[in-house]
T-cell receptor, first 111, second 115 residues
Framework: SQQGEEDPQALSIQEGENATMNCSYK?????LQWYRQNSGRGLVHLILIRSNEREKHSGRLRVTLDTSKKSSSLLITASRAADTASYFCANSGGSNYKLTFGKGTLLTVNP | DSGVTQTPKHLITATGQRVTLRCSPR?????VYWYQQSLDQGLQFLIQ???????AKGNILERFSAQQFPDLHSELNLSSLELGDSALYFCASSVASGGHGTEAFFGQGTRLTVV
């Protein structure tokens, strides 16, 4: 299965702290994407990192990709209560380019 | 607002029934994807259409079918519904011609409850 696995499954931190979520995947990828989902709502794209990139930044988000270890990490700096959500990694690999999602990390940022 | 519109937002129906979920992609997006999200299975890819043609198939049951129309909107038909079909169904769209080479934009989902 191409399904990614996020780690940890749940993370609880205080406002202002940094949050790090990890993602592992099993097959070769074209790119890896991170999405955010507020409870019961649609997924929102956060950032995409291509397989030939190692690190990417977007505002308070920093994503790294290690294709040799088939892993990626998402760092949210200076977290806010509004960052409370589930975060999913998704990879686009294989021959048909479908996006395969992991089970997500539930991040809770306490005010 | 992602620009992807899904209707209805909520649907309650009985076992054995058939329902149709509708999705309008973002303007200009040719690819439409359907996903099912449940607590135990997570987010599962069902099927992808590109410009009216089926492009990729995932864990879609034979009781489920989909199509994309010339105006690019898509419908997901679920028949002979079972209690286990209760889930959030998401539609997503992207500009990518071959698939998810770029980001996908998700609708707000249809929450289906089968009673």
């Amino acid at each position: 299965s191409q399904q990614g696995e996020e780690d940890p499954q749940a993370l609880s931190i205080q406002e202002g702290e940094n949050a790090t979520m990890n993602c592992s995947y099993k097959t070769s990828i074209n790119n890896l994407q991170w999405y955010r989902q507020n409870s019961g709502r649609g997924l929102v794209h956060l950032i995409l990192i291509r397989s030939n990139e190692r690190e990417k930044h977007s505002g308070r988000l920093r994503v790294t990709l290690d294709t040799s270890k088939k892993s990626s990490s998402l760092l949210i700096t200076a977290s806010r209560a509004a960052d409370t959500a589930s975060y999913f990694c998704a990879n686009s690999g294989g021959s048909n380019y479908k996006l395969t999602f992991g089970k997500g990390t539930l991040l809770t940022v306490n005010p | 607002d992602s620009g992807v519109t899904q209707t209805p937002k909520h649907l309650i129906t009985a076992t054995g029934q058939r329902v149709t979920l509708r999705c309008s992609p973002r303007s200009g997006d040719l690819s439409v994807y359907w996903y099912q999200q449940s607590l135990d299975q997570g987010l599962q890819f069902l099927i992808q259409y590109y410009n009216g043609e089926e492009r990729a198939k995932g864990n879609i049951l034979e009781r489920f079918s989909a199509q994309q129309f010339p105006d690019l909107h898509s419908e997901l038909n679920l028949s002979s519904l079972e209690l286990g079909d209760s889930a959030l169904y998401f539609c997503a769209s992207s500009v990518a011609s071959g698939g998810h080479g770029t980001e996908a934009f998700f609708g707000q989902g249809t929450r289906l409850t089968v009673v």
